[in-house]
């Protein structure tokens, strides 16, 4: 199938685009570089482009015969959502509202898109399933469920076929640890303590140490890049019986702050300061998947379900390119 990555230069989008050559489709990478490294696009074909622009996104889809569209082309930082909410909406809402038109004039009528467990806010319950309320708490949130609401209401009108996966936490380098997390600033928990590790920054902070869980740190659901990966293909074929798919794309196991830093350490052979300090505003203590719908619905299994695994795949990427990509 001749696919469309949108924001298929980013960390989830190049993987996707590596995936999907290995399994014999054809990628399109389509990106504006604001987030994302042309490096690694590798030997996809690859388009500079904005999603705001229809005409190139028309052209685009129509020219190249594109049969369906995986979208991971969001602003994706919490603190900057609530900071710049505008900037999420315009990027996140408004243009995915652009590549939607432009599909329905293409006749593209499949979409995988990227969503995330922040649709939920703070749950009153955990594992979190699919039929947990959404009630999102910053702007990333809620453009990430508008987009959700947009989509519905499209395929209901018989014009889209979609799948929407809520991610929680991805991590780890895939395509065998040669593509790996690169934000800039980067402000995901691994790659902070690698660079920790590594000696590229001071410390390491943990906020807030008194939670209601096991070490007293906040508990999360890590994923390896290469089982969220996955899923999206499973998703891309299911499109062909099923016009609406949600699911929740998680290890269902949860690994608290103290526990990834210990893993670090033992996967790098180095110590490096950790320092406690205040909790961060709306933190909720647990959050941890439910991801039997995806199971079910998918055949989707998870292959790296050890955080072990997961961290020694970054820590390889990291000191193979330890100034991130070279663009």
């Known amino acids: 199938m001749r696919v469309l990555v949108c924001g298929g230069a980013g960390y989830i989008g190049s993987n996707m685009t590596a995936m999907l050559a290995a399994e014999g489709h054809e990628p399109i990478v389509f990106d504006d570089l604001s987030k994302g490294h042309r490096s690694a696009v590798q030997k996809a074909e690859f388009i500079q482009g904005n999603l705001a622009d229809y005409d190139l996104l028309v052209s685009t889809l129509t020219q190249r015969d594109v049969e369906a569209v995986m979208h991971f082309a969001a602003f994706i930082e919490v603190a900057e959502s609530v900071e710049l909410p505008l900037k999420y909406y315009r990027n996140n809402l408004c243009c995915t509202e652009n590549l939607l038109s432009a599909m329905e004039t293409a006749g593209v009528g499949k979409l995988v898109f990227s969503s995330t467990a922040a649709v939920y806010g703070v749950p009153k319950d955990v594992p979190i399933t699919e039929d947990s309320p959404t009630e999102p708490i910053n702007p990333y949130g809620q453009t990430k469920l508008a987009v959700e609401k947009m989509c519905r209401y499209q395929s209901r009108a018989g014009k889209l076929a979609y799948a929407s996966l809520r991610y929680f936490n991805a991590c780890g380098a895939g395509n065998n640890a040669t593509l790996g997390e690169d934000h800039r600033p980067e402000s995901h928990l ?74 670090v350490k033992k996967v790098s052979g180095k110590d490096f300061k950790v320092v406690e300090t205040d909790r961060r505003a709306g933190d909720p203590p647990i959050l941890t998947a439910d991801a039997t719908r995806a199971k079910d619905e998918l055949g989707w299994k998870i292959d790296k379900p050890e955080l072990e695994e997961m961290v020694s795949t970054a820590w390889k990427w990291h000191n193979d390119n330890p100034d991130g990509y070279p663009d």
């Open 190 to 263: 691994i790659p902070l303590i690698i660079r920790a590790a590594m000696g590229k920054r001071d410390d390491i902070k943990i906020y807030g140490a008194d939670y209601d869980t096991l070490d007293g740190t906040c508990v999360r659901d890590y994923i390896h890049i290469d089982d969220l990966c996955r899923a999206h293909l499973l998703a891309l074929d299911k499109l062909d019986q099923s016009c609406e798919l949600i699911c929740n794309l998680g290890n269902e196991r949860g690994h608290s702050v103290r526990e990834v830093i210990e893993t």
